[in-house]
C-alpha cells in the first residue's frame, strides 16, 4: 500500500461530540419524549427471601391514569442469565431471592401516579431463610438459593447447593515445589461490595409502532445483546425489536446487561403506547447488580533468594441471587503478572439473598489484584527484600508460559516498573507517619466480534459506521485512525449514529475491546476503502498504485505531489465508474496483548484518627501507542479515582440483604479533596495486531491502587490491613491493637474448596 505521511496519531484531539455535550444538545435517554407516552414503575421486593402466596392489583388498577400492570403472570415465563447459567426471570413469580427483585411493573399518566399505583399492590409473602453471605451459603445446611438449579439451562459440573460455578486452573507439580520451598506463606483478603457509581440513572423508552416493531432508545452499552435478551424475555422475534443506544452518562459495566429495558417494552406492548423508565438514585443500587464481596486465599511459596515456586489460590466470589460476572478472575488473575511454574487455582461463584453481582470495570479483577499485591508485599518484607525488588525478580519477560496458554508477547510490563522506579526516586524512607506502596496490574486488549464500514462521500468527507457505543470517547480515537489511514483531517471524518437496524453487528462497549478490537476493524475497513480509492486514483494518474501517497485530502504521486486527484474528485468520479467507495470489514477474535502497569502510592498516617491522606498517587502503563494522549489520560485518571474509592471509602452497605446506603449522599465516593494530581507516565511498546499498535487502556488503572495504598500504610505505621475499605477507623482500630483483621476461612471448608 502507499506510505502515507500524516500526524493524526499522538495528538490529543478534544472529543468529537464535546460541542453537544458542554452545549447540552446531546440526547440521552431521559431526553426521548413521544406523543401519549406512559411512565413506568416498577415493585421492588422488601424481602430478602420470601414466597409469593398472593399479589392483588386491584386497588392499583382502579387508580385514575393507571394505564396496565403487569406481573409475573402476565408476562412469558422465560429464564435468561447474566452469566452462562439461565437463572433469572424478568419479574419475579413463585418467590423472590433479594431485596429489590421486580416483582410488578406499571405504567400510568404520570410518574406520580404510576409510583402510587406501585404502592397500592398487594402482595403476600411467606418469609423463607436467607442466606446473605458466601462462606455461609458454602456450609452444608444452608439454605438454598436456587432449589431449581439442576434444572437450569447452564448447569455443569462443580455446580450444586449455592454454588453456581466453579473454575479450575493447574500447572506443574503444586504440592511438590510447596515440598520444595524454603518459605510458605499464606494470607485471606477481602474486598466490599462497590457500585459503579454513574451519573447517569438507567433509562429506557419502548414503543411499538402499527407494524407491531418495538423501538427501544436505552442507555446501553451493549444494544445488540440487549436485543438477543429482550427477544427471549418478551418472546418474540429478534427482527420485531430496533435498538437505539443514546448517549451514555457513564456506566463502567453497569449497563452491558439487561436491567430495565423489560419493563416499558412489555407495557408498550400491553397498551399499545409509548412507555418511559427513569431509575431513580436508589433504584440504581437495586435494579442493576454491582460488585459485591470478594474472598481471596494464597499460599505462595518462595525460595531464599525471593524467586516464587509455587502458588496456590482459592477465590470466592458472592454473585447475589443470580450468576453475574467476575469468577474468571479467580483462575485468570490470581497469579499476577509473575511467572510461577506452579499454581493450584480454584474459582467459585456462590448464590446469596442480595442483589445479583454486576460487571465494574473488569470484574473481579481490582478484587483479586488488592490480594496479590498486598501479598506480595507480605512475601518481600518478611523475606526482608525490598518490595520493587521482590517482583522485579518474579515479573513475566517476553517469552515466558502465559497463564491462558501461549507466550507472553513483546510488551512494556518492565519499562513501567523501571518509570515508577526512576519517577518515585525508589528505594527511599519517606519521613515518619509516610510511606511509599507499589502495586502491578495485569490485564488484557479485549476481543471480540467487531465490524465497521467507511464510506467516502462526495464532499470528500468520510462516513464512519460502527455498531458500538461510544463510552469512552473512542468516536475520536476511530475518526484519528480513519485520517491517519486516509491522509486527512480528523475534521472531515463523521461519525454515523447507529442502532441496530443500521450499523452492522458488533460485540458489547466494555472489557477493554474497543480500541483495540472495534479499532482495528475501523483500520481495516479503511484500508479497504484506501486501496479503492488508490486504484482509481492510479488509473487517473495513469501510474501504478505503488507510485502514489494519501495525503492532505487526496491522492498524489510520490514523487511528484502536485500531481494528485483529491478524495471528492475520486468519489464522484466512483459513482459513474467502479462504484461508489464504500470499505468495510469484520472479524471475530484477536490475538493476545497483554496490558500491564505499575502504581505508586505515597499517603500520610494520622496515627491519632487513622485518617489517611494521598500525598502522590503515580502510575506507568503500557498503553502500546498513544493514538490520543488527551483521551488516555483521562481513562486512566478515571479509573484511578475510582480505584481510590475502593481502597478508602466505598462500600455498599448490606445488612440482611438490605442496602442500607443507596444513595450518593451516603456511599462515599472520592471528592476532589481526596483525590492528588495523578501523576501518568506513558510507555508505548508496540502491540504488533492492535490498531498503529495501540493497546486497550481503561480497566487496569483501577485495579492497583487498593494494594498500593494498603502497601503505603504498612510501610508507613506497620500495620497491615487485609479486608476494604481501607478505612480510617480500622486504621486507628489497627493502631490501637483493638480490632483484629476478619478470620482466615474455616480450615474444613478451605480443605473441600481444594478439591
Request: glycine share 10%; charged share 20%.
Amino acid at each position: 500500500m502507499p506510505a502515507n505521511t500524516n500526524t493524526n496519531l499522538g495528538k490529543s484531539y478534544p472529543r468529537v461530540d464535546a460541542a453537544d455535550k458542554v452545549s447540552g444538545r446531546m440526547q440521552y435517554a431521559s431526553d426521548i419524549y413521544l406523543p401519549g407516552m406512559l411512565m413506568c414503575k416498577v415493585l421492588k421486593s422488601p424481602k430478602a427471601h420470601a414466597r409469593i402466596v398472593r399479589i392483588d392489583t386491584s386497588r392499583a388498577m382502579q387508580l385514575p391514569g393507571v394505564r396496565a400492570i403487569i406481573t409475573g403472570e402476565d408476562v412469558p415465563d422465560a429464564y435468561f442469565g447474566n452469566g452462562a447459567v439461565h437463572d433469572k426471570r424478568i419479574l419475579a413469580r413463585d418467590k423472590v431471592r433479594y431485596m429489590g427483585e421486580p416483582i410488578a411493573a406499571v405504567a400510568a399518566v404520570d410518574e406520580m401516579t404510576a409510583q402510587e399505583a406501585v404502592e397500592l399492590i398487594d402482595v403476600v409473602y411467606e418469609d423463607l431463610p436467607a442466606v446473605t453471605g458466601p462462606l455461609d451459603a458454602l456450609q452444608p445446611d444452608a439454605p438454598l438459593v436456587h432449589e431449581e438449579l439442576p434444572s437450569y439451562h447452564g448447569f455443569g459440573e462443580g455446580m450444586g447447593g449455592n454454588i453456581c460455578t466453579t473454575l479450575s486452573n493447574d500447572r506443574g507439580d503444586v504440592d511438590a515445589a510447596f515440598d520444595q520451598a524454603d518459605y510458605i506463606f499464606e494470607d485471606t483478603f477481602r474486598s466490599q461490595g462497590i457500585n459503579q457509581g454513574y451519573l447517569e440513572a438507567m433509562a429506557c423508552v419502548a414503543n411499538v409502532d402499527p407494524s407491531g416493531r418495538i423501538h427501544v432508545w436505552t442507555s446501553t452499552q451493549a444494544p445488540y445483546q440487549i436485543r438477543a435478551t429482550l427477544a427471549t424475555v418478551v418472546d418474540c422475534p429478534l427482527s420485531r425489536l430496533r435498538i437505539i443506544p443514546m448517549e451514555m452518562g457513564g456506566g463502567f459495566g453497569a449497563k452491558l446487561r439487561l436491567c430495565v429495558e423489560a419493563y416499558p417494552v412489555l407495557l408498550s406492548m400491553r397498551t399499545g403506547k409509548p412507555v418511559k423508565l427513569i431509575a431513580t438514585r436508589e433504584e440504581t443500587f437495586t435494579l442493576s447488580g454491582f460488585r459485591l464481596p470478594t474472598i481471596v486465599y494464597l499460599k505462595t511459596g518462595v525460595m531464599q533468594d525471593g524467586k516464587i515456586v509455587a502458588r496456590e489460590a482459592i477465590s470466592i466470589f458472592d454473585m447475589g441471587a443470580h450468576l453475574g460476572a467476575g469468577v474468571q478472575s479467580g483462575v485468570s488473575h490470581t497469579l499476577g503478572p509473575y511467572n510461577i511454574p506452579n499454581f493450584r487455582m480454584r474459582s467459585y461463584a456462590v448464590y446469596t439473598n442480595k442483589i445479583w453481582a454486576g460487571s465494574y470495570r473488569a470484574s473481579g479483577v481490582a478484587d483479586v489484584t488488592f490480594a496479590v499485591e498486598s501479598h506480595a508485599d507480605i512475601v518481600a518484607r518478611k523475606l526482608g527484600m525490598d518490595p520493587w525488588e521482590f517482583r522485579k525478580r518474579n515479573a513475566f519477560q517476553e517469552g515466558d508460559l502465559a497463564i491462558q496458554g501461549g507466550t507472553i508477547p513483546a510488551n512494556g510490563l518492565h519499562e513501567t516498573m523501571d518509570a515508577i522506579k526512576t519517577h518515585m526516586a525508589l528505594p527511599r524512607k519517606p519521613e515518619a507517619g509516610t510511606g511509599i506502596g507499589l502495586a502491578m496490574c495485569q490485564w488484557r486488549s479485549g476481543s471480540g466480534p467487531s465490524t465497521a464500514s467507511v464510506s467516502i462521500q462526495e464532499d470528500g468527507t468520510v462516513s464512519l459506521l460502527t455498531g458500538s457505543v461510544d463510552i469512552t470517547g473512542t468516536d475520536t480515537v476511530f475518526a484519528q485512525i480513519v485520517a491517519e489511514a486516509l491522509g486527512i483531517d480528523v475534521s472531515q471524518v463523521v461519525i454515523a449514529k447507529r442502532d441496530t437496524d443500521l450499523a452492522p453487528f458488533t460485540g458489547p462497549s466494555g472489557g477493554s475491546r474497543i480500541t483495540y478490537s472495534q479499532g482495528k476493524t475501523v483500520q481495516m475497513a479503511t484500508e479497504d476503502a484506501k486501496e479503492q480509492l488508490v486504484a482509481l486514483a492510479a488509473d487517473l494518474l495513469d501510474v501504478q498504485p505503488q507510485m502514489l501517497t494519501c495525503a492532505d485530502g487526496g491522492v498524489h504521486v510520490t514523487d511528484d505531489p502536485d500531481k494528485r486527484v483529491s478524495l471528492a474528485q475520486l468519489a464522484r468520479r466512483s459513482v459513474t465508474t467502479s462504484g461508489p467507495i464504500i470499505g468495510i470489514a469484520s472479524l471475530s477474535a484477536m490475538p493476545f496483548a497483554p496490558i500491564f502497569s505499575t502504581q505508586a502510592a505515597e499517603v500520610k498516617v494520622d496515627q491519632e484518627t487513622g485518617n489517611i491522606r494521598i500525598l502522590r498517587f503515580a502510575q506507568a502503563q503500557d498503553v502500546g501507542v498513544a493514538i490520543n494522549p488527551m483521551a488516555i489520560e483521562g481513562q486512566i485518571d478515571g479509573g484511578v479515582v475510582q480505584g481510590i474509592g475502593r481502597a478508602v471509602s466505598e462500600e455498599v452497605m448490606i445488612k440482611n440483604g438490605e442496602i442500607l446506603n443507596p444513595s450518593l449522599t451516603t456511599y462515599l465516593m472520592p471528592m476532589a479533596a481526596d483525590v492528588p494530581t495523578i501523576e501518568n507516565i506513558l510507555v508505548e511498546v508496540p502491540a504488533e495486531d492492535g490498531p498503529f499498535g495501540a493497546r486497550a487502556v481503561a480497566e487496569p488503572p483501577g485495579f492497583g491502587p487498593p494494594a498500593a495504598i494498603a502497601n503505603a500504610i504498612e510501610d508507613a505505621v506497620g500495620i497491615r490491613l487485609k479486608t476494604l475499605p481501607l478505612s480510617a477507623d480500622k486504621v486507628l482500630q489497627a493502631l490501637r491493637g483493638e480490632a483484629p483483621e476478619a478470620a482466615d476461612i474455616d480450615p474444613e471448608l478451605l480443605q473441600r474448596l481444594r478439591q
